[in-house]
């Protein structure tokens, strides 16, 4: 029904398609056997529905074929996020530099502090924890991160990889503590 709307722009609705492919193929992995959320690291791929990876991949075509101005959305940066996850045979071999690129990208096109906090994830993984920590601290005096439980599990998983581990535990508590519910808290348990 989106697709034959007359509301939008066709690529854009392509796009937003490809981004809701990608997402819900992915929800059968989502939830572990004692129903914790799992990270995208810790999700068995086996589970991702392909069918809708490729319906997903479609969509993204569709998204540039179908218009010529080359205008790239919100939902278009989105949708290349999410597919390159889907298309990663496994976390490790993930394209980090590509990533790090769509988020520099989405950076310019809609900068917020919530982009560029979930950015360090993927700086980390494209350039070093070293650089992620060094620009996480540029932005953590910002009052949208003080009741923020993704700011601080963020940071106490840098922390962690960095073998900060006593300040990575403080970081890990406080995003436990604001976390709201019980699902989000048995993530960080």
Same mark, same amino acid.
């Given at each position: 029904?989106? @697709?034959?709307?007359?509301?939008? *722009?066709?690529? !854009?609705?392509?796009?937003?398609?490809?981004?809701? @492919?990608?997402?819900?193929?992915?929800?059968?992995?989502? +939830?572990?056997?004692?129903?914790?959320?799992?990270?995208?690291?810790?999700?068995?791929?086996?589970?991702?529905?392909?069918?809708?990876? !490729?319906?997903?991949?479609?969509?993204?075509?569709?998204?540039?074929?179908?218009?010529?101005?080359?205008?790239?959305?919100?939902?278009?940066?989105?949708?290349?996020?999410?597919?390159?996850? @889907?298309?990663?045979?496994?976390?490790?071999?993930? &394209?980090?530099?590509?990533?790090?690129?769509?988020?520099?990208?989405?950076?310019?096109?809609?900068? *917020?502090?919530?982009?560029?906090?979930?950015?360090?994830?993927?700086?980390? /993984?494209?350039?070093?924890?070293?650089?992620?920590? &060094?620009?996480? #601290?540029?932005?953590?005096?910002?009052? +949208?991160? *003080?009741?923020?439980?993704?700011?601080?599990?963020? /940071?106490?998983?840098?922390?962690?990889?960095?073998?900060?581990?006593? !300040?990575?535990?403080?970081?890990?508590?406080?995003? +436990? &503590?604001?976390? /709201?519910?019980?699902? #989000?808290?048995? +993530?960080?348990?």
């Amino acid at each position: 029904m989106l @697709c034959d709307s007359l509301f939008g *722009s066709k690529s !854009e609705i392509n796009a937003l398609m490809a981004l809701m @492919c990608f997402h819900v193929s992915r929800f059968n992995a989502r +939830i572990g056997t004692n129903g914790e959320l799992l990270t995208l690291e810790e999700q068995d791929r086996r589970l991702w529905n392909r069918e809708l990876i !490729e319906r997903g991949s479609y969509y993204f075509q569709k998204a540039y074929v179908d218009d010529v101005s080359d205008t790239m959305t919100e939902y278009h940066i989105q949708a290349a996020m999410a597919g390159l996850h @889907c298309q990663a045979k496994d976390y490790a071999s993930t &394209d980090w530099i590509q990533l790090l690129k769509l988020y520099d990208v989405q950076m310019e096109t809609n900068p *917020s502090p919530v982009v560029e906090l979930n950015r360090l994830v993927v700086l980390a /993984k494209a350039k070093g924890v070293d650089e992620a920590i &060094d620009k996480l #601290k540029r932005i953590e005096n910002q009052s +949208i991160f *003080s009741n923020y439980y993704l700011f601080y599990a963020i /940071k106490g998983d840098l922390l962690a990889q960095k073998g900060k581990m006593d !300040e990575a535990i403080v970081s890990i508590l406080k995003a +436990i &503590d604001l976390t /709201k519910t019980f699902q #989000k808290r048995n +993530i960080y348990s």
